[in-house]
């Protein structure tokens, strides 16, 4: 469909998409706001895909972040703060045919909706779910939230806070039944489409979770690894994602990461000062409690009636 | 032989000894002979009580009679006791009057443990001044002549003592017995075949008494079960394939059924993480095309309202059921009260109207919910469906439900959807607009809860907010006017008519009908739509000289001392029909954790209208009620 392909055959009826099929209302994130480069590589990777937008639902709680589903031209869904993976995890329940992304921030993954991020990585459920992380509340002004780091002031903490930050990579590997778990940066374009890419592609849930920048509240927060790349480990493996030249070349300090290996992933999340990026962890195996949801989902609705007559009668007397 | 045409059966012992299996048989038996029947589960607080506690009591009682039953009844008629103490906790509840009966286990007046046989004799003593009659029975004595372990085989001796006492067909019992054990070989049906045939023919040659209550059957078939089952197959029925819930008293046993039949009919249960995540998913589900259902009781409500504001602001076809205990807080998870109608209609941030309706019976447990998720879809939003313990655990008769297909809801449309229409295209009278669903080609659109228009594009501009509160606000207008005036039980005027709402109906009709035979000029109501209201309701209630509402819900009586009419706090339902029809209603309410019973309603509706208590009358399950 896309480019001249020799197997390639006349198909009137196929549209074939591009980005604009996919772009929705014009952003309104300040300018330099990593949410910008995140919408940039999801509509990248779904024109790439060749996914209909009708077939897409894009889905999000609330936050900065969260307006993402309105810069879609998908369906969207900009539900509650906190709670976009129940939902998420209903749409999918029902449409094994959907394409189910997840748009959450760290207030609204990491705080209120702490729950059902736990739960929704233990039901694996196939669907993508982008967590940016800016490490503050954004929409709401520049409150800490759980991954501000050690000291840095907030309008709640206008000494600095008062704990260091909780690690969310640290946290979604010792969950039970995590299947896929990267990190990138949103100022490295092809690595954040190569892993939203791999991350797609990983049948189950997918958790990855983006370094983004705010400039508007914590512009000071990412400039050393900006600057100096090598404070960020680039996981080498062929198992793991694939970078092209440039990607390699920019991140000189490489480690040679088994994304099987789920100890060796949690002492990459554990370093201090340097940020792993790539993929940390997969399990092509975990449990998908959403296969379990679609039984019965096609029985034909003459069965249906005779069943649920059937279930009366057992009450008859 | 006595005629009656009515007549209440407790059975109670401590758990694990089958007084329930043998209640539920002796009403399933009664409803299969043709009888009206309505039978409540008596369940301990606790999980295992101690043996003979007072807190402890475990059985049925089961309410039979000519006519069909519509509540649970007055004090109880015939009791059958395994000891003495676990009859302390139905004395509490007002289940027992001057002139119950009581057939009682008397191994315990010979029991080696002092203590025991002092409490025994101290009971009987105190049961002698309640004024019941109390038969001491050798039900262990009897029982081991037949088997080894008396007590796991007492519960069928009694029920053949108890189908004795009323002339049933053994035959037919036998029958019963055998669909019951079947899995259990015939052994074991044997033994009780014989457990029943001793304690029948021990009925009939040592009791010198026995009650007949003539028959009228009826056409028809019939099913039997309680308010949970009859929502659970409601759901199914509609064609709703997910119920996303998190356990909680007394909802979840909606679930537990749903989750063993989904597998035969298709469908799953969703056990959610919390109350918030259950609606949550279902919302998600609803939104991509397939109504769900979520089930839960007053502390879950609380926690879904965020949701529930969601649902009305976004148009979100949901059905929300309420299976409503004693609040507020834990307060009494296993209990009886219509405390959540407030909160139902109000609870969200700002204004957020959906349709609340409430089940009257059982029968109607099972249909609303074809009607909620009709509504849900039809008038984009959800819908609450209020029932409480009563109905969640009292078992009836109903006609057999017949499933249409029409009852189901459509394939979800993935056709294409129209360009030029709107994803909230609402019409300017009605509010309603058609819902596009994931899917479908050109029908793209971002849903919100934040304010928007037409296009779901989030707008704060005051002029869209307030068209667009109004559209979803003449929803309910919308369905007003499809709506029928609730019908009057009684005549059409007179000086006193009760308005309720929900599992109360039955036991006020009685009432009602009961303070009518004595020339009382009172008729009944009620509702079944909570919001939008019924239509008509002023005009009916000017037809009254008095208007009033009975409730299982907080209220204050208006000549209470240290309460000043200003401040008088008025029962729900009084509340919302006081706000809309300007009328003078007043409230009489207890929230004693326990339905109603015909009784104590008989007698404050013969205070209000000034007729003497009716002779005989049984005042003590009133004082035990009115504390
Ligand atoms: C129940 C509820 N509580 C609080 C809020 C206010 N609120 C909106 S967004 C937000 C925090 C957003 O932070 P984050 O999730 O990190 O997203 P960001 O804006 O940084 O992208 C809060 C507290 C809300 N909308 N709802
Ligand atoms: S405040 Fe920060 S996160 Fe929000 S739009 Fe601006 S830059 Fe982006
Ligand atoms: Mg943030």
């Known amino acids: ?317 | 032989m006595t005629t009656v045409d009515q007549h209440v059966v407790e059975i109670v012992c401590d758990s694990g000894e089958g007084a329930q299996t043998a209640g539920q048989m002796f009403g399933t038996i009664s409803a299969r002979m043709g009888y009206g029947v309505w039978t409540v589960e008596i369940i301990p607080a606790e999980i295992e009580p101690p043996n003979r506690s007072r807190a402890g009591a475990s059985g049925n009682r089961i309410r039979i009679g000519t006519q069909p039953i519509i509540n649970m009844g007055d004090s109880a008629d015939i009791v059958l006791a395994f000891n003495e103490q676990v009859l302390y906790s139905r004395i509490d509840v007002g289940a027992f009057g001057r002139g119950t009966r009581i057939f009682l286990e008397n191994k315990w007046a010979t029991d080696p443990d002092e203590g025991i046989r002092k409490d025994y004799a101290d009971a009987l003593a105190d049961f002698e001044k309640r004024g019941y009659v109390v038969y001491e029975v050798p039900m262990e004595v009897e029982c081991l002549k037949v088997v080894a372990d008396a007590r796991r085989g007492k519960n069928i001796w009694n029920l053949g003592l108890l189908c004795a006492l009323y002339q049933y067909d053994p035959a037919l019992v036998g029958a019963e017995l055998e669909k019951k054990f079947q899995r259990k070989g015939t052994k074991v049906i044997e033994a009780n075949k014989d457990l029943f045939k001793a304690g029948y023919e021990w009925c009939q040659e040592n009791v010198d008494f026995g009650f007949q209550v003539p028959v009228q059957p009826s056409e028809g078939q019939s099913v039997v079960m309680n308010g949970n089952t009859a929502a659970a197959l409601g759901i199914m029925a509609a064609g709703m394939d997910l119920c996303s819930m998190y356990p909680i008293t007394p909802a979840t046993s909606v679930s537990h059924y749903l989750a063993a039949a989904f597998q035969r009919t298709g469908g799953v249960v969703h056990q959610a993480e919390d109350e918030i995540a259950a609606i949550g998913f279902a919302i998600g589900a609803s939104y991509a095309g397939k109504t769900a259902v979520t089930v839960t009781s007053g502390p879950g409500l609380a926690l879904k309202t965020e949701f529930i504001g969601l649902a009305v602001m976004s148009e979100i076809p949901l059905v929300i059921v309420v299976v409503q205990r004693g609040g507020p807080s834990t307060g009494l998870p296993t209990r009886v009260e219509q405390g959540d109608l407030l909160a139902s209609l109000y609870a969200a941030p700002g204004d957020a109207p959906k349709i609340v309706m409430a089940p009257t019976t059982i029968a109607e447990c099972f249909h609303f919910m074809i009607t909620a998720r009709k509504l849900a879809e039809a008038y984009r939003g959800p819908v609450i469906v209020l029932t409480d313990a009563n109905l969640a655990t009292g078992q009836t008769l109903f006609e057999r439900p017949v499933v249409e297909e029409s009852w189901f809801a459509p394939p979800v449309d993935q056709s294409d959807w129209q360009p030029d229409v709107k994803p909230y295209a609402w019409d300017d009278d009605t509010g309603l607009s058609p819902r596009p669903i994931p899917g479908q080609r050109d029908g793209s659109y971002v849903l919100t809860g934040l304010a928007h228009d037409e296009n779901s594009r989030i707008a704060y501009d005051s002029d869209i907010n307030q068209r667009s509160m109004n559209r979803r606000s003449r929803k309910l207008h919308t369905l007003h006017k499809s709506l029928k005036p609730p019908v009057v039980h009684g005549d059409d005027s007179g000086d006193l008519l009760v308005v309720s709402w929900g599992s109360t109906g039955g036991a006020i009709e009685e009432a009602v009908d009961r303070v009518r035979a004595d020339g009382g000029k009172l008729s009944c109501v009620s509702l079944r739509f909570l919001s939008p209201l019924e239509p008509g309701l002023k005009e009916i209630f000017d037809r009254f000289k008095k208007v009033m509402t009975i409730e299982i819900n907080y209220s204050e009586p208006a000549d209470e001392p240290g309460i000043p009419e200003a401040n008088r706090r008025y029962s729900q339902l009084a509340w919302l029909l006081r706000a809309t029809t300007l009328v003078d209603i007043d409230c009489w309410s207890r929230v004693s954790g326990i339905p109603l019973p015909p009784g104590v309603i008989e007698a404050e509706l013969r205070r209000r209208i000034n007729l003497k208590p009716r002779s005989g009358a049984d005042v003590r399950i009133e004082a035990g009620l009115g504390s």
């Open chain 1, 1 to 317: 469909m896309y480019g001249l392909k020799l197997d390639w055959d006349p198909e009137p009826e196929t549209k074939c998409f591009v980005l604009q099929d996919y772009q929705g209302l014009e952003p309104r994130w300040c300018p330099g706001c990593g949410d910008l480069a995140v919408l940039a590589a999801l509509q990248r990777l779904v024109r790439d895909e060749q996914i209909p937008p009708e077939k897409i639902a894009v889905i999000s709680g609330i936050g900065c972040s969260s307006r993402f589903p309105h810069y879609m031209k998908t369906y969207g869904f900009h539900g509650l703060h906190g709670r976009p993976l129940p939902i998420a995890s209903g749409v999918r329940s029902r449409r094994p045919d959907l394409d189910v992304f997840v748009i959450t921030g760290d207030g609204d993954c990491c705080a209120i909706g702490t729950s059902h991020w736990i739960h929704a990585i233990r039901y694996n459920m196939n669907m993508t779910v982008l967590m940016l992380d800016n490490n503050i509340y954004g929409l709401t002004k520049m409150q800490s939230s759980p991954t501000t780091r050690l000291g840095k002031k907030s309008n709640t903490h206008p000494r600095g806070t008062i704990l260091g930050p909780l690690d969310p990579i640290s946290v979604t590997l010792s969950i039970t039944n995590a299947s896929f778990v990267a990190q990138t940066v949103d100022w490295n374009p092809p690595h954040v489409l190569a892993t939203i890419r791999a991350a797609h592609e990983h049948q189950g849930l997918s958790f990855v979770r983006i370094m983004q920048r705010c400039p508007h509240y914590t512009p000071e927060i990412w400039t050393e690894y900006q600057q100096d790349p090598s404070c960020i480990f680039l996981l080498d493996h062929p198992d793991g994602i694939p970078v092209d030249a440039g990607v390699a070349r920019l991140f000189e300090n490489k480690v040679d990461h088994d994304p099987s290996d789920l100890p060796a992933a949690r002492d990459l999340a554990a370093l201090d000062e340097v940020i792993p990026i790539g993929l940390l962890y997969r399990n092509p195996d975990a449990q998908r409690y959403d296969l379990a949801m679609h039984e019965g989902l096609d029985m034909p609705l003459d069965d249906r009636i005779t069943a649920a007559q059937a279930e009366v009668d057992r009450f008859l007397i």
